[in-house]
């Protein structure tokens, strides 16, 4: 027999906390010139994120990002929300896997260009995979592999002649990150 | 001991809780077994990842860029002289500069000719006639007395009646050479043709490497050159003038003071008296240097921008302007205003201005043999500028017009009073309480009472067929 007091109100239940900060490279090329004349560079840059949100259900975990990622001619902070999602059945094995969406949109806040270049940040969506390995409910390590697409505008001076000169840029990188999370 | 153990058994789980109190233990799985049980699927999904990733891994950035072509052509003296004369009125396709008197406006159509506008209601103004002029680009009015360049030619115009716009003196190949928009003229002696250049503006697109791309360069220096001449004691002209002048914008080559039209080429100052306005005469050259220009008179004193510097001339003698001093900067272009003891100078890079630099300068003229730099403010592309202390009003181009509050010459940059990015602007005059605006788009008025906030009150809207814009 419940007895109903004014005290026994459901209170929500406290959700658990998680984290996941991770820190790593975005690798990918760029191909520039023209069809006959092609230069195709490698580009590796650092990026580092922190997630943190509460876990909604056994598999599901939301929560708000900051990251940074410096480009080699933008530093871009993306801030927006992502999921985390095991696929992996939710047990006490050491090892599990999970599936990450991450969407945001990058700030130039932290960002210098040099005289004349103005950089506007853009959309951030970060799909990708990764693998927990740790005791459920204490600190685990993350190896997460991922696909960042990361748009960006920028003004550029104009040199003799020029009336107009913008650049819009689609980063499309592979994301390799260690990290930990709790 | 609450143990928790989880195993297979039977591809099926059994999951022990805590509370349980018979808990069956089984050895701890290995991880190999553990891997080896993970569906197929997932290794699938990692399969294509990385396949995926070999070829969208590419970054893609694509600049866009609108860009000056310029083809030459070739125009016979007696084409350019018999194709003057009144037409009815157009639409602004290539507005230059602009010029007011008496509540009328003069828009220059590059190398086309002039609109005059009836503007004395600024909230309608009412387009009147056009003058074709070929290979005109600057204007000046006295009293009822219009100059204007046609190419090598100076041409002076009655316009007492607006409706009926004649032409009736004009002086023959006192300019040798200019410019319209970065693309040069020149006249061949010989034959007294004109060649010139036609610009179409292009858009093009390139794939770029994402990166800025440039080489840093050590070449931009801003020093100060002064003259220390002393000023010969010619006495003033003095006498008070019945006559009545125009206004130009700070981008003009043509001023008037005095009895004297000022005019100035590539690289010199060519006077006409005007002491009879419908008799102009040629006058006095004064060599500059090169890269000149634009012509602000204040005062009678003489700013000239160039490409070089701002070279300051005295006018005491009007028919005589004398050099005082030069404040060098990096090569690039610049017009001049000036208000008391300083001059607003702006240097934009882009066209002929070979350089990268675009700023603004204010300059401490209180000693006008020896200009001082007081700070530079980086501008994106100024072009043409007024001031209407202590409004500061910058052209930049492609990316609008800017007012400023310049009563702090320290910290102008943070007294941005307003920023209008919608329009192209090149080039303002400040009329006291209305601003008059010319740039690619049109011809925009505006009244500035509360500086915070520009209220547009009329357009005239450029309207080009099949043009980039």
Known sequence: ?????????????????????????????????????????????????????????KRLAVGALVGLDWYNSALLMPVGAGLRFQIT????RNVSVFASTDAGYGLTWLNKSSTGYFVKGGLMLNPGIGLRLGKPGRGCLLLTLSYKHQ????????????VMRYETRQYNRLAIRLGISI | MNQIVWGYKDRQTIFFGPLQPFAVEMGPVSIKQQLITMKYPLYLVLVLLLGVSQSACTDKCTE?????????????????????????VRTLQAP??????????????????????????????????????????????????LYADSYMDLVAFDISDVTNIRPIKRINNVFPSGQFNGGSWFVNSVTGDVH??????????????????????????????????????????????????????????????????????????????IQNPAEPKTGNKVQLGWGIETIFPYGDKLFIGSQSGMHIYDNRNPQKPERMSVFEHARV?????????????????????????????????????????????????????????????????????????????????????????????????????????????????????????????????????????
Request: hydrophobic share 35%.
């Open chain 2, 96 to 145: 230059g500069k602009i010029y007011t008197k008496n509540g009328f406006l003069f828009i220059n159509e590059i190398k086309e000719g002039i609109h005059i506008v009836d503007n004395r209601n600024p909230e309608a103004p009412k387009m009147v006639s056009f003058i074709r002029i070929p290979g005109n680009g600057d204007m000046a009015v006295r009293n009822n007395i």
């Open chain 1, 89 to 92: 059945r939710p047990s006490d």
């Open chain 2, 196 to 273: 010139d250049q036609r610009i179409d503006y292009v858009k093009d697109e390139i794939q770029t490497n994402c990166e800025e791309g440039i080489n840093p360069t050590n070449w931009m220096f801003n020093t100060l050159a002064f003259d220390s001449r002393s000023m010969s004691a010619a006495p003033s002209t003095g006498g008070v003038q019945q006559t009545t002048n125009g206004t130009a914008g700070s981008m003009a080559r043509f001023a008037l003071y005095d009895n004297y039209l000022y005019t100035v080429n590539s690289s010199e100052l060519q006077l006409f008296d």
């Open chain 1, 151 to 162: 748009q960006a505008q920028v003004e550029k001076p104009l040199r003799w002649n020029e």
């Open chain 2, 333 to 469: 272009c610049d017009p001049v205003v000036v208000h008391g003891n300083k001059a607003y100078v702006t240097l934009r890079s882009g066209t002929n201005c070979q350089g990268f630099t675009n700023q603004l300068d204010v300059v401490d003229i209180s000693n006008l043999f020896r200009p001082k730099l007081i700070k530079s403010y980086p501008m994106r592309n100024p072009h043409g500028l007024g001031i209407d202390f202590p409004n500061l009003f910058i052209c930049e181009g492609a990316y609008g017009l800017k007012t400023f509050d310049a009563s702090d010459a320290q910290n102008i940059d943070k007294n941005l009073r307003e920023n209008i990015d919608n329009i192209d602007a090149y080039d303002v005059i400040p009329l006291g309480k209305s601003l008059l605006l010319i740039g690619r788009d049109g011809f925009y008025q505006y009244d500035y009472s509360n500086p915070r906030k520009l209220r547009l009150m009329s357009k005239i809207p450029v309207q080009r067929p099949g043009a980039v814009s």
């Open chain 1, 1 to 57: 027999m419940l007895s109903l007091t004014s005290e026994a109100q459901t209170l929500p239940k406290r959700l658990p906390f998680v984290n996941y900060t991770e820190v790593g490279g975005l690798f990918g090329r760029v191909i520039s010139g023209t069809q006959n004349n092609k230069v195709v560079e490698n580009k590796t840059n650092l990026t580092v994120q922190t997630l943190n949100g509460v876990k909604l259900t």
């Open chain 2, 64 to 88: 866009t860029r609108v860009f000056k072509r310029f083809t030459p052509v070739l125009l016979t003296a007696n084409q350019i002289r018999q194709n003057i004369g009144t037409e009815a």
